[in-house]
T-cell receptor, first 111, second 112 residues
Framework: QKEVEQNSGPLSVPEGAIASLNCTYS??????FFWYRQYSGKSPELIMS????GDKEDGRFTAQLNKASQYVSLLIRDSQPSDSATYLC???????????FGTGTRLTVIP | NAGVTQTPKFRILKIGQSMTLQCAQD?????MYWYRQDPGMGLKLIYY???????DKGEVPNGYNVSRSTTEDFPLRLELAAPSQTSVYFC???????????FGPGTRLTVL
């Protein structure tokens, strides 16, 4: 069964700290990995996409991919209260035309 | 460029009623998707379409129907509403060249 697993949280970090969000997936041949941010009552919005092993940085966000370990993570540096949201990990799995989503990790940044 | 639009934003149905959730995109995207999201849960795929005239079931299709007569529109039909269909429904779309999906604002449906 194709699965994407995330810790549901909640994860609480103080303002200015690094928030680390983790995701594992079951399909070894997955090629595309995404992090979406979802504010309460809103729709998911794309934060980062990553396709190759290693790190990809975009401003305060860094996505890390390790295909051998079937693991993808998102680091948020200098966390701000506006980063408080649920973060959804999504993976494209072999033979599928759609993304598989984790249940999300709820992040709270404490001022 | 409005992106992905959904109507209505909110709706309350009685058990057994029918309704259509509308979804439209103006980005000329081939792929369109319908998801439902229950409280504290991730997104579950209901149906998707790879182009006009082509639709396929997702993970949770029971109780729903779709059609895709144009590239722009992908309506979702609930024929006999049940309380289990109380959820937030999101429509999404993408091009065939990327897996990145773009989401509409959602429809919050309550069945009483």
């Amino acid at each position: 069964q194709k699965e994407v697993e995330q810790n549901s949280g909640p994860l609480s970090v103080p303002e200015g700290a690094i928030a680390s969000l983790n995701c594992t997936y079951s399909d070894r041949v997955s090629q595309s990995f995404f992090w979406y941010r979802q504010y309460s009552g809103k729709s998911p919005e794309l934060i980062m996409s990553i396709y190759s092993n290693g790190d990809k940085e975009d401003g305060r966000f860094t996505a890390q991919l390790n295909k051998a370990s079937q693991y993808v993570s998102l680091l948020i540096r200098d966390s701000q209260p506006s980063d408080s949201a649920t973060y959804l990990c999504a993976v494209n799995m072999a033979g599928a035309n759609n993304l598989f989503f984790g249940t999300g990790t709820r992040l709270t940044v404490i001022p | 460029n409005a992106g992905v639009t959904q109507t209505p934003k909110f709706r309350i149905l009685k058990i057994g009623q029918s309704m259509t959730l509308q979804c439209a995109q103006d980005m000329n995207h081939n792929y369109m998707y319908w998801y439902r999201q229950d409280p504290g849960m991730g997104l579950k795929l209901i149906y998707y379409s790879v182009g006009a005239g082509i639709t396929d079931k997702g993970e949770v299709p029971n109780g729903y129907n779709v059609s895709r007569s144009t590239t722009e529109d992908f309506p979702l039909r609930l024929e006999l509403a049940a309380p289990s269909q109380t959820s937030v429904y999101f429509c999404a779309s993408r091009t065939y060249t990327t897996d990145t999906q773009y989401f509409g604002p959602g429809t919050r449906l309550t069945v009483l």
